[in-house]
């Protein structure tokens, strides 16, 4: 099992451009979401998704979209970067949303916005 | 979600035990006590989680007082590897919350040879 799989690792973006950071898991986890990490700082809910074809905003989703069309892929866009986008991204699954289980956290994308 | 309140550092020598506390006051009678720890430059790793029971897995205990209020994480063998920061979560059950894990600061523990 890859478990969550993040690409890219690393990315510098400018200001205004779009892209989208991938998210894959294995596990036929039900539940796939995504945080943001800045410096010093605790992780912070941006999307999340209880299954295929449902999603919904955390905490922080402005200039942020996801969509969920299989179980196994949670994609994050960043429709125009900018320099408060700046941070590292991690996506987490989890098996069940009935029972309480641990949630896997994929290695992080270090996004840089310039 | 219940806030939880952890020293913000603390150092521990190679091979002693290492006890993390955390207090969560305010907790609910439906919510888990979980911790992670975060590696440097890695993402979070689950290591235990209990709801009023004392729990033990290969990683660590976790030691919860009986009127839930604190608990205390035990590394028992703490190595150089167990250097990370260590986040105590309270939170309601998965699908009343869409299982939002809420990180606060956390704590970091530094594992000296």
């Known amino acids: 099992n890859a478990g969550v799989t993040q690409t890219p690792k690393f990315q510098v973006l400018k200001t205004g451009q779009s892209m989208t950071l991938q998210c894959a898991q294995d596990m036929n986890h039900e539940y796939m979401s995504w945080y943001r990490q800045d410096p010093g700082m605790g992780l912070r809910l941006i999307h999340y998704?209880?299954?295929?074809?449902?999603?919904d905003q955390g905490e922080v989703p402005n200039g942020y979209n996801v969509s969920r069309s299989t179980t196994e892929d949670f994609p994050l866009r960043l429709l125009s970067a900018a320099p408060s986008q700046t941070s590292v991204y991690f996506c987490?699954?989890?098996?069940?949303?009935?029972?309480?289980?641990?949630?896997?956290f994929g290695q992080g994308t270090r996004l840089t916005v310039v | 979600d219940a806030k939880t309140t952890q020293p913000p550092s603390m150092d521990c020598a190679e091979g002693r035990a290492a006890n993390l506390p955390c207090n969560h006051s305010t907790i609910s009678g439906n919510e888990y006590v979980y911790w992670y720890r975060q590696i440097h430059s890695q993402g979070p790793q689950y290591i235990i989680h209990g709801l009023k029971n004392n729990e033990t897995n290969e990683m660590a205990s976790l030691i919860i007082t009986e009127d839930r209020k604190s608990s205390t994480l035990i590394l028992p063998h703490a190595t150089l590897r167990d250097t990370a920061v260590y986040y105590c979560?309270?939170?309601?059950?998965?699908?009343?919350?869409?299982?939002?894990?809420?990180f606060g600061g956390g704590t970091r523990v530094l594992v000296k040879p």
């Open positions: 979560i309270v939170r309601v059950p998965l699908l009343a919350a869409g299982n939002k894990l809420t």
């Open positions: 987490a699954s989890s098996y069940s949303l009935t029972v309480d289980t641990e949630a896997f």
């Open positions: 998704s209880v299954g295929a074809g449902i999603t």
